[in-house]
T-cell receptor, first 111, second 113 residues
């Protein structure tokens, strides 16, 4: 399974943007970049995914580098409810569609 | 639309007992997976299924069995519970295309004494 590298932890202030980085230098051409988050005492929650182009949804934006070896999850205005562990995961095709979690980034949001 | 339903939410077992954790989804998802999460740790994949009748092992399959007789259900069986299996178990499901996101259940907290 292709690996991702994320910082162990990050801090942000409420109502400020947050940029969560992820490196995936061994990504293959058919791997999708997925982001999930896990709030305290809850199951993981899907956030966003993309293949090559930047993506936006109501929760976040995903910026993907041109060479696809890195990506950034962008929370435009962090709230206290965004405090969670964020996971960047590569999900492949053709038999490797399973989701394998790494350690993720623990985001702390300060009031 | 209930999503992914896991039962029970809490369970205490004695060492050596067996039990089945239930997982059901009503979204007609082909893919289903079981994960365990130990305190302060990330999620580890136990078993997964790409469709009815098809299952495969994940990272930590020992001590667990699965079967997938229907699209909707993916039960996880603990054959002989051990204290090392004390964990929170999450079930998840997804459409088969790699671009689809997984939906997770709310978890089963299992304690083996």
């Amino acid at each position: 399974d292709a690996k991702t590298t994320q910082p162990n932890s990050m801090e942000s202030n409420e109502e400020e943007p947050v940029h969560l980085p992820c490196n995936h230098s061994t990504i293959s051409g058919t791997d999708y970049i997925h982001w999930y988050r896990q709030l305290p005492s809850q199951g993981p929650e899907y956030v966003i995914h993309g293949l090559t182009s930047n993506v936006n949804n109501r929760m976040a934006s995903l910026a993907i580098a041109e060479d696809r070896k890195s990506s950034t999850l962008i929370l435009h205005r962090a709230t206290l409810r965004d405090a969670a562990v964020y996971y960047c995961i590569l999900r492949g095709q053709g038999g490797s569609e399973k989701l394998v979690f790494g350690k993720g980034t623990k985001l702390t949001v300060n009031p | 639309n209930a999503g992914v339903t896991q039962t029970p939410k809490f369970q205490v077992l004695k060492t050596g007992q067996s039990m089945t954790l239930q997982c059901a989804q009503d979204m007609n998802h082909e893919y289903m997976s079981w994960y365990r999460q130990d305190p302060g740790m990330g999620l580890r994949l136990i078993h997964y299924s790409v469709g009815a009748g098809i299952t495969d092992q994940g990272e930590v399959p020992n001590g667990y069995n699965v079967s997938r007789s229907t699209t909707e259900d993916f039960p996880l069986r603990l054959l002989s519970a051990a204290p090392s299996q004390t964990s929170v178990y999450f079930c998840a499901s997804s459409y088969s295309r790699a671009g689809g996101g997984y939906t997770f259940g709310s978890g089963t907290r299992l304690t083996v004494v």
